[in-house]
């Protein structure tokens, strides 16, 4: 059997009365989970799932789901899981990528699905009948892959990234290293699975041991409701989410939070006034600040104790993983020069599913290899531009295919958006270029401001002249009460850019 399931069963052999996942009035103790999933893997096995099928899952966080993706690696089957809230196009991409044997779908996307592609389709719901024996567990390499999941797709279709067992052990152990996770933790996870951070959260379910909260629905007020009722010990989070919580309409002002020690984030930087209100909301809890791609599953990690200190950082590279900056030329910048982030190490994924084409452009041999005679291993060159400082702490700057080339000269969205944040006159912002006849691309930002919008963006022109280069102005701003997200809960940059199209006309 893989690291996975092999794991898991330890898990179970060792906590089979314990909870598992909690959920509203549910619990699931590891006992429950293990007998669900020996259920679904005898019918999956009836269906044609054996080693190396693709099992193809389109659902929300749930105690089915969990037991489904549990029984896909009993079988030495891939997981292939897509976020229930995706758009059928992205249902359907990965069905047509992965060509998988069997598709378990959600109740409510079970008729989009059966009118989308032309896969075996099975509901999502509890197993019936009893528990039978265990399904023979198959005979899995542990680097053999594991899973399939998706990009955020902001750029273009979703790619596959496949991680292999060995990796996602590796993985789950170094961050629970980094974080100090105990085995009486319960961990609050209100982000999708099919998201890679969300996808953490589940492995250290099933292969540390560590019980999951699962709110019923994604609002502030189930959030808050499962912390009432769970007392989750940790809160793992994303940007939109602590947005949605102390911006939006929500308790949480008024639910105890006493029961939490560690709150983290991770998806991009937290606005810095939202920031300032989180630390005084969870003012008793630690907060941690990391990094990583879907294509590295973790990279790097703040230490708690810099978090007031190194806001705008996230920190060192995890145990096993370095992380080094590389020039235009491929050798190595000095401390405070801007340079490729590339992550070399624990982590490195096995490559895009069906697209050697764009693996080769992403996955290539660690270019600071010294060692004469062996081939190097493979790195992970990830797009994003950073810095590290002299002690060595790591700064992410923005991707470089964000990149927008307004008359001529190459600027950064995302050193836009921090200048922007750091008026303290939105809430938040992105900020996108679009096709102008004389710029070539001209810089837009979408905003969302508490009242006054006029005035806003009024200040917002004076602070631009005064603070930024002319190539970096946004021209035109925007107005929304909230961003457009993807699926993955970060702002869906396509849909920005399509308001400012839909503006423009």
């Given at each position: 059997?893989?690291?996975?399931?092999?794991?898991?069963?330890?898990?179970?052999?060792?906590?089979?009365?314990?909870?598992?996942?909690?959920?509203?009035?549910r619990?699931?103790?590891?006992?429950?989970?293990?007998?669900?999933?020996?259920?679904?893997?005898?019918?999956?096995?009836?269906?044609?799932v054996?080693?190396?099928?693709?099992?193809?899952?389109?659902?929300?966080?749930?105690?089915?789901?969990?037991?489904?993706?549990?029984?896909?690696?009993?079988?030495?089957a891939?997981?292939?899981?897509?976020?229930?809230?995706?758009?059928?196009?992205?249902?359907?991409?990965?069905?047509?990528l992965?060509?998988?044997?069997?598709?378990?779908v959600?109740?409510?996307?079970?008729?989009?699905?059966?009118?989308?592609?032309?896969?075996p389709?099975?509901?999502?719901?509890?197993?019936?009948?009893?528990?039978?024996?265990?399904?023979?567990?198959?005979?899995v390499?542990?680097?053999?892959?594991?899973?399939?999941?998706?990009?955020?797709?902001?750029?273009?279709?979703?790619?596959g990234?496949?991680?292999?067992?060995?990796?996602?052990?590796?993985?789950?152990?170094?961050?629970a290293?980094?974080?100090?996770?105990?085995?009486?933790?319960?961990?609050?996870?209100?982000?999708p699975?099919?998201?890679?951070?969300?996808?953490?959260?589940?492995?250290?379910t099933i292969?540390?041991?560590?019980?999951?909260?699962?709110?019923?629905?994604?609002?502030?007020f189930?959030?808050?409701?499962?912390i009432?009722?769970?007392?989750?010990?940790?809160?793992a989070?994303?940007?939109?989410?602590?947005?949605l919580?102390?911006?939006?309409?929500?308790?949480?002002?008024?639910?105890?939070?006493?029961?939490l020690?560690?709150?983290?984030?991770?998806?991009?930087?937290?606005a810095?006034?939202?920031?300032?209100?989180?630390?005084?909301?969870?003012?008793?809890?630690?907060?941690?600040?990391?990094?990583?791609?879907?294509?590295?599953?973790?990279?790097?990690?703040?230490?708690?104790?810099?978090?007031?200190?190194?806001?705008?950082?996230?920190?060192?590279?995890?145990?096993?993983?370095?992380?080094?900056?590389?020039r235009?030329?491929?050798?190595?910048?000095?401390?405070?020069?801007?340079?490729?982030?590339?992550?070399?190490?624990?982590?490195?994924?096995?490559?895009?599913?069906?697209?050697?084409?764009?693996?080769?452009?992403?996955?290539?041999?660690d270019p600071?290899?010294?060692?004469?005679?062996?081939?190097?291993?493979?790195?992970?060159?990830?797009?994003?531009?950073?810095?590290?400082?002299?002690?060595g702490?790591?700064?992410?700057?923005?991707?470089?295919?964000?990149?927008?080339?307004?008359?001529?000269?190459?600027?950064?969205?995302?050193?836009?958006?921090?200048?922007?944040?750091?008026?303290?006159?939105?809430r938040?912002?992105?900020?996108?270029?679009?096709?102008?006849?004389?710029?070539?691309e001209?810089v837009?930002?979408?905003i969302?401001?508490?009242?006054?919008?006029?005035?806003?963006?009024?200040a917002?022109?004076?602070?631009?002249?005064?603070?930024?280069?002319?190539?970096?102005?946004?021209?035109?701003?925007?107005?929304?009460?909230?961003?457009?997200?993807?699926?993955?809960?970060?702002?869906?940059?396509?849909?920005?850019?399509?308001?400012?199209?839909?503006?423009?006309?």
């Open positions: 059997m893989g690291a996975l399931s092999r794991i898991f069963h330890s898990v179970v052999r060792e906590k089979a009365e314990q909870p598992a996942l909690l959920c509203g009035d619990t699931v103790t590891y006992g429950e989970l293990n007998a669900m999933a020996n259920r679904i893997a005898a019918d999956m096995a009836s269906r044609g054996v080693h190396g099928a693709r099992c193809l899952i389109w659902a929300a966080n749930s105690p089915e789901l969990a037991a489904t993706m549990l029984a896909a690696v009993q079988l030495g891939i997981i292939v899981l897509v976020n229930d809230e995706a758009p059928a196009t992205h249902f359907e991409h990965a069905a047509n992965t060509e998988p044997v069997i598709a378990v959600a109740a409510q996307n079970l008729e989009t699905a059966r009118n989308t592609i032309d896969v389709i099975v509901e999502l719901a509890p197993p019936a009948g009893k528990a039978g024996p265990p399904q023979s567990l198959a005979l390499h542990d680097h053999e892959p594991a899973s399939i999941f998706f990009t955020s797709g902001s750029t273009g279709l979703p790619k990234v496949v991680q292999s067992h060995a990796n996602l052990l590796a993985g789950c152990r170094m961050v290293e980094h974080l100090g996770l105990r085995a009486d933790d319960r961990i609050l996870c209100p982000i699975w099919s998201f890679d951070y969300g996808y953490g959260q589940f492995l250290s292969l540390l041991g560590i019980a999951q909260v699962l709110p019923e629905a994604r609002n502030s189930a959030i808050c409701d499962a009432t009722r769970h007392r989750p010990t940790i809160f989070g994303l940007p939109s989410i602590f947005a919580l102390i911006r939006g309409i929500s308790p949480i002002r008024e639910t105890d939070l006493g029961s020690r560690l709150v983290t984030n991770t998806g991009g930087k937290i810095p006034a939202i920031f300032d209100e989180l630390r005084t909301i969870f003012g008793h809890s630690d907060i941690s600040l990391n990094y990583g791609m879907t294509e590295t599953y973790r990279g790097a990690g703040l230490p708690v104790a810099l978090t007031a200190q190194k806001p705008e950082s996230v920190g060192y590279a995890y145990p096993g993983v370095s992380i080094a900056i590389i235009e030329d491929g050798t190595e910048a000095a401390p405070g020069e801007l340079g490729e982030i590339v992550h070399r190490g624990t982590g490195v994924f096995l490559g895009y599913w069906g697209n050697p084409e764009a693996t080769a452009k992403i996955r290539r041999p600071l290899w010294t060692q004469h005679g062996v081939d190097p291993p493979m790195a992970v060159f990830s797009g994003d531009l950073g810095w590290k400082d002299e002690d702490l790591l700064y992410v700057k923005g991707r470089r295919d964000r990149l927008i080339k307004s008359m001529g000269v190459r600027v950064s969205p995302d050193e836009i958006e921090s200048l922007i944040r750091k008026s303290g006159l939105v938040d912002v992105a900020v996108v270029g679009v096709p102008h006849e004389l710029m070539g001209m837009v930002a979408a969302t401001v508490e009242d006054q919008a006029e005035t806003v963006v009024k917002l022109k004076g602070y631009a002249r005064d603070t930024m280069s002319n190539f970096m102005q946004p021209r035109d701003y925007c107005v929304v009460d909230t961003f457009p997200l993807n699926p993955n809960g970060k702002p869906d940059l396509n849909e920005v850019r399509a308001l400012f199209e839909r503006k423009a006309a």
